[in-house]
């Protein structure tokens, strides 16, 4: 399972101004209301919204991401409530809000798989929902091909390579923590066939932002006539 060492580090690495993006992006289209913050990781936008007054549901399919967003929620405060959960899998909450965040759509390997998370998500919409993802950008995947660091933080010690794989725009993660390896990959598509996706599923994007490495959209269901 993926995130069961760098669960423990992740709450550096969260990008806080796609989180605040994120934000403000649903409170154009909603105060308050009943949000599924799918794969939460850590909980910063789940949190983030729980304090504004929604009704947060997050789900992970990490245990020990879930477990870090539940201790950080009881530091902030705030009631969510938690479930290990694959996005695979059908949804049981009717949501105004549903969430993706952080590249979540790129852990999908297949069209298939895409296709088959934006169907269990479309069930659970309704006529004014929206749901809010993100995915990278294909020029931006291939420029982190090559990418090394190494990363001191909390006595540990971390090194982080990116390798290509043999599938098309898809790269592969190897996150080296203090000598136990963690593989993570990601896969993405061109825009169009995101746009393509979302309206098999019978969704369609009614507005998106544009960042320079990847791109938000934001989707509602289509209505029969």
Not at 108 to 117: I, Q, T
């Amino acid at each position: 399972m993926i995130y069961n060492k760098l669960a423990m580090y992740y709450d550096q690495f969260i990008d806080h101004s796609l989180i605040e993006l994120y934000y403000k992006l649903i409170k154009k289209y909603f105060n308050s209301g009943v949000v599924l913050d799918l794969g939460c990781g850590t909980g910063p936008l789940a949190i983030k919204l729980a304090k504004s007054g929604f009704y947060v549901t997050a789900t992970d399919i990490s245990e020990e991401m879930l477990e870090r967003a539940f201790n950080n929620s009881l530091n902030e405060n705030v009631k969510i409530n938690f479930f290990i959960h694959d996005i695979l899998e059908p949804h049981n909450i009717d949501s105004d809000i549903i969430v993706m965040s952080s590249d979540v759509i790129n852990y999908l390997d297949s069209d298939f798989k895409v296709l088959k998370a934006f169907k269990h998500i479309e069930e659970i919409m309704n006529a004014n929902s929206i749901l809010i993802f993100d995915f990278l950008k294909v020029s931006y995947l291939k420029n982190l091909i090559g990418y090394h660091e190494e990363i001191e933080l909390d006595n540990s010690k971390l090194v982080w390579d990116v390798e290509i794989t043999t599938n098309k725009n898809q790269i592969k993660h190897i996150v080296n923590i203090n000598d136990c390896i963690e593989v993570h990959t990601q896969t993405t598509f061109p825009e169009e066939s995101y746009i393509k996706l979302l309206s098999n599923a019978k969704l369609f994007v009614i507005d998106k932002v544009v960042l320079e490495d990847r791109m938000i959209f934001i989707c509602q269901k289509k209505q029969s006539n």
